[in-house]
Structure formats: C-alpha cells, structure tokens
RNA sequence: UGCCCGAUGGUGUAAUUGGCAACACGUCUGACUCUGGAUCAGAAGUCUCCAGGUUCAAGCCCUGGUCGGGCAGCCA
C-alpha cells in the first residue's frame, strides 16, 4: 500500500509550504473537516477528507472532524453517526479532536454580544422579506435597515430577549453592521443570528437563537486554532466577511480560508439535495443503495477505502471546476481488487453442459490458484463432475468470426480442467432455446498435466451442476445514462438508467461461496468483481457486482454492432 | 454600466516559480496469456482561450477582450 508520497503538489501545499517557511503559526498546520449533519457523505466529500487529513498528516499537523450543526430543522444525530462512521472506514483518525459547532454556542454568545457592544452588530426589525428587499441586487446597492442605527443598550437588550425567547421565530435577527452597498452581497449587513424555536440534536430546547454559518464556522476554526481552513469554491465570496467578523473581534488566531473545486464525476449527481431527492422519492433503495456515490453506497458496492484514497491522490487540487471521469474511478477501483480479490467460479446465467463421455457418478477435486497476482493467496479445490454449468453468452450456434467461446465442434479449455468440445445441442422444440450442450472431454488435457499442452483460444469458467450453491447476484451500472445528468434543461431524474440495477437470480457459484463473510470482495473469473451483500444468508449468497471486468470482448462487439 | 474566481491533449492534473509543455485515465496497435482479466511494448492526441505588451526567452508577468463558473437563505 504505497499510494501517497510522490504526488505532485497542488497549490494549496504550496502556500502552506510557504507559510512554513515564513513560520505563520509557528510553522504549525491544523486543519478540519467541518460537515453539516444533514445528509450522508458523498465521494466529493472524500476528497475534502483526504485533502484535509492528507494535508495534516504530511505536515505532521492534526485535523478536525467538526459537525457545523447550526440549523436543528435540518440535523440529526442518524447524520452525525454516518459521518463519523464513514470518515473512519476511509481510513482517517480524528484522536481526539472531534469537535461541534454547537458546543461553542455559549462562547459564539459572547461573540456577537461584544460585536453589538462595539457597533459592529444590531437587531434587526425587518422581516426576512423586507431584509431581502433592503438588500438591493447584485446591480443595485442596498439600502440601510431603519433599525441599523439603535443603540448598543436597546441592541443588548434586544438580543438578550431574542435569547430569552421573548419573540417568535422571524420576529428579529442580528446583523453583522458592515456596507449596504457593497459589490459583495455577504458584506451586506448579514444576518448573524436568527430565531429558531426548534430542538437541536445536542443542546435539546436551550437555545433559541442559533448563529448563522458565516459567524459560526470562521469563530470555530480560530477557537480550534485551525490554520489553513479549506472549503469548496462557492464559500470564495464569504471570505472577505470570514475575515471581517475575525478580524473585528480580533481573535489570536486568524486562519486562513483556502477555496478549491469540488468533485463532479460524469454520471452521477454529487448534490446532498439531489441524493436526499432519489432517497425520498425511491428512486434508488436507500443512502447506500450500490448506485449512489455515498461513502455508503460504495462500500455497499465493494469499493475499498484504498481505492477511493487512490482516486482523491490522482484527481489533484485545483481552483477551475471540473467533471472527472468516472473511469478514473473504476481504474482505480480493479487495480486495487485485481491484487486483492479472490478469483472464484460464477455462473450467472447458467447453461448445463454435459459431458458424455465423463463417467457418470464421477467426481474430481481440481486445484485452483486463489490469485494469479497474489502467491500468498494459495489455492483451493473445486469439484469437476459430469454435468456442468457454464455462461449462456459462453455458447453460440452460428458464432461470429474472432469468437473464441464454445460453439459446435469446437473445442475450449475449462478452467482448471480439460478441453472439451461441443458435440451435440438439445433445444426447447417449442422456444428453441438451448437447454443441453452435450461435449466431449478430452482427458490428456487435464490442468497442470503436461502431456498434452494443446493450445485453444478460449477458457471458459464453469461450476459443477451437482455441487453448486444457488446465489442472486445484482448487477449495477451508473445511475444516470447521460454523462451530465443535471445540465439544467430537463429534470435530471429524466436520466436515470433504467438499466442501472439488474437482479439475477437462480445463479450458479462454486460451493466454496456458500458461506461468506459481508462485504468480502471477490473476483468472478471473467466477469467483474463481485462483493457480498449484507442481505446475504448461509441460505442464500447475495453478491454486488462491484464492476465488471474490462472486456475486450464486449468492445469488439459495440464496434461491429455500430 | 455590481462583486469574486477560473481557462494547459477527449478527461483530470504537472511544469524546477520566466528556460525547448509532462504524468495519469481514456483511445488505438501489437506481444503474451489455462480469466478476451492482469502484464508488457508502442502510437495518436495539447504549439497552453484571443489580441497586444515586457523580455534574449512567456503556459507562467502586464493590459484589454472572449468564454465559463459563483454570489441577491433568517441554508451550509
């Protein structure tokens, strides 16, 4: 596992190298990850994670975990558990630095009651309409509030009953006093606190007041002593009153807020409101439904954590926005499983074979190698008998030129067993669809015997009929057919795929699948890679296709279908 | 005639901070193979958004454009 070190530098180290340099904070690096507990993390926040606790560890620094829990209608504790859950199963430590925003309610208090103390800060009349009306445009300037200029008395007074919960929710909130006619909209006396009568998942019914994001998350990071604050590109407008509010009560320590550009994958839609949106609306089965590209989901999927941090290593850092390709992804994701999955034998649609002149009532243990790129992983015996399953798409009656599968009077080597040869087709006289292969084996051509090392082009995987377990097996494809799902012109729940979840039941796999652990990743020879599913039972198998194998196979096909 | 940010092969990023544009994914060839997997070898593809300027030298600096993105929640 060496996927760090020689990654070329983004510009993000460059100016915390530089700091290092100039000793800013004493050459110290903290950093944070500061989610909002309102939805499930998705792989654009793994790369925050892995930038944030990436840059924290090659700095020899630390790194926050944060719930920036600021808005009770929206949170909830199911959130926090599954952030914290994920941000660990992707391989990062916290130690002891978790932090809340809402533990710092009290001191945020006395924050803004010094800013009112100073003039800085004013309670506000206006409801939330007019406030957005005095706001002006972004063209236009915006007017003063008529309460903008009460004294500091009235405004301690005030915001002491706001706290006191003396007024109804939207009655009255707290601005920050900056310039009503600044090109920068935040700049416009924003609110910084507001009335919200609603129980808050950690300080239940005591507040009633709750502070707003731009006061909350700069004073939270001074109050951690953070150093370099990293956050996605559309917070750059906030920065000037970042630096406002900190600067005006001035803090020790100011960190610096650093912007970059969010993930976008092609496919798939990245938004916490469009993934709420196809959880509630059932349009995929859940936050970790293998579609989605939650933390969650993937790891339902078969992902690994390894293969995640891989693919935030090679995106890189940068400041223009961006769609990564999702083949990115999935390169990553088999060059991890390729050195570690087990390869096992599964059929998925099964076709019996039957081997003539195999004595009947025979079984033969065959050896098979657990992992060509791995020696460690040893072998394990799988049983050979007469009657076999193999690939429907493995047989074809009329093959294409280049087709190296079985097809009549042709031979093909079984993996790990012998060469056999298509003899004879028995067919529904009714469907016409093939019910029985009838092949002779060769039994020179045994694997790992010497004798014979007759060549043929095809090797087909294969499960004894007799001693095969049953398993469902779902397959998966993206979620959306087009690259840019939510381009705006349509509703983007237009493109979802609908081949984008396929249930196979009624699978054939080698009976050393029976018994398996959740989540074990597995390499189904010639298919893909499969992991098994938290439904699954000693009973029944239920394995994910993580995904597929690249098919070369498959490619020659699209071309000389177009 | 608001403010802020960005622009380098198809995609994502680099470029020793001003020195003959590189890496990865993808694509295409070929070799090898008891996985049409993996691996290996190779190829095509960017004259760096445009126009000026500074300089011996500009993807990097300056000026002006063009195009794209963000901002008018009592969300974050």
Redo the contacts with the bound molecule.
């Keep these: 596992m060496s996927n760090e070190s020689t990654?070329?530098?983004?510009?993000?180290e460059?100016i915390i190298?530089?700091d290092i340099r100039n000793n800013k904070n004493n050459g110290e690096v903290v950093t944070r990850f500061?989610?909002?507990p309102?939805g499930y993390l998705h792989i654009g926040h793994a790369k925050s994670i892995c930038l944030n606790f990436g840059l924290a560890k090659k700095y020899k620094g630390r790194c926050h975990l944060r719930f920036?829990?600021?808005?009770p209608?929206?949170?909830d504790v199911e959130y926090v558990d599954s952030i914290m859950e994920d941000v660990k199963w992707l391989g990062f430590d916290w130690g002891r630095h978790l932090y809340y925003?809402s533990d710092y309610f009290d001191r945020l208090y006395d924050y803004a009651v010094q800013l009112i103390k100073e003039g800085k800060a004013y309670v506000?009349?206006?409801?939330?309409?007019?406030?957005?009306k005095y706001?002006?445009?972004?063209?236009?300037?915006?007017k003063e509030s008529p309460y903008r200029n009460r004294s500091v008395e009235e405004n301690l007074d005030l915001f002491a009953r706001m706290k006191a919960g003396e007024f109804a929710?939207?009655?009255?909130?707290l601005r920050a006093k900056i310039d009503m006619k600044?090109?920068?909209?935040?700049m416009?006396d924003?609110?910084i606190?507001?009335?919200?009568k609603s129980e808050h998942h950690r300080t239940g019914n005591i507040w009633c007041i709750?502070?707003?994001?731009?006061?909350?998350?700069c004073l939270s990071d001074s109050l951690e002593e953070i150093t370099h604050s990293i956050c996605?590109?559309?917070?750059?407008?906030?920065?000037?009153l970042y630096d406002w509010v900190l600067d005006e009560l001035k803090v020790k320590r100011h960190p610096q807020q650093i912007?970059?550009?969010r993930l976008?994958l092609?496919y798939t839609v990245m938004s916490k409101?469009r993934l709420l949106e196809l959880v509630k609306g059932g349009y995929v089965k859940g936050w970790d439904d293998p579609r989605m590209p939650t933390i969650s989901g993937l790891r339902r999927r078969g992902f690994t954590p390894e293969a995640i941090r891989d693919f935030c290593e090679?995106?890189?850092?940068?400041?223009?926005?961006?769609?990564?390709?999702i083949?990115?992804?999935?390169?990553?994701l088999?060059?991890d499983l390729?050195?570690r999955a087990a390869?096992v034998m599964a059929v998925l649609r099964p076709v019996k074979v039957i081997i003539d002149n195999y004595p009947e009532g025979k079984t033969e243990d065959l050896q098979a190698?657990n992992?060509?790129?791995d020696a460690l992983a040893g072998t394990r015996m799988i049983p050979f008998s007469r009657e076999l399953y193999i690939e429907e798409e493995?047989f074809m009656e009329n093959?294409p030129k280049?087709?190296?599968?079985l097809s009549l009077g042709q031979e093909v080597?079984?993996?790990?067993?012998?060469?056999i040869k298509c003899k004879r087709i028995v067919k529904d006289e009714k469907t016409g669809q093939v019910n029985e292969l009838h092949c002779s084996y060769d039994p020179k051509?045994?694997?790992?015997?010497s004798e014979e090392?007759r060549?043929?082009?095809?090797?087909?995987?294969w499960v004894s009929a007799q001693h095969a377990a049953d398993a469902e097996v779902r397959l998966y494809e993206h979620l959306f057919s087009k690259e840019n799902p939510d381009s705006?012109e349509e509703d983007y729940k237009k493109n979802i795929n609908p081949l984008s979840f396929e249930l196979l039941t009624g699978c054939k796999v080698e009976p050393s699948l029976l018994n398996v652990k959740h989540g074990t990743n597995y390499?189904?020879?010639?298919?893909?890679y499969f992991c098994v599913d938290p439904d699954s039972s000693g009973k029944m198998p239920v394995f994910n296709r993580t995904v597929s194998?690249?098919?070369?196979?498959?490619?020659?096909k699209k071309?000389e279908g177009k």
Excluded at 7 to 12: E, K, Y
Excluded at 169 to 173: L, Q
Excluded at 314 to 325: C, E, H, L, M, T
Excluded at 549 to 556: E, M, N, P, V, Y
């Design positions: 990654a070329s530098s983004n510009f993000i460059d190298e530089s500061p989610p909002e309102n920036d829990d600021t808005n209608g929206k949170e925003a506000c009349d206006l409801n939330a309409d007019e406030i957005r706001r002006g445009t972004l063209k236009e300037p915006g929710n939207g009655e009255r909130v600044s090109g920068n909209i935040n416009r924003p609110v606190y507001r009335i919200q709750y502070p707003m994001y731009d006061f909350t998350h996605t590109l559309e917070f750059e407008n906030n920065r000037p912007e970059f550009a976008n092609n409101r090679r995106i890189g850092v940068a400041k223009a926005d961006s769609v990564v390709d083949a990115l992804l999935e390169h990553c088999r060059e390729n050195r390869r190698e992992n060509p790129e493995d093959p280049k087709y190296f599968r080597r079984l993996k790990h067993a012998y060469i051509t045994k694997s790992g015997s090392n060549k043929v082009k095809g090797t087909l995987h705006g390499q189904f020879l010639r298919q893909g194998l690249r098919d070369t196979w498959a490619k020659i071309k």
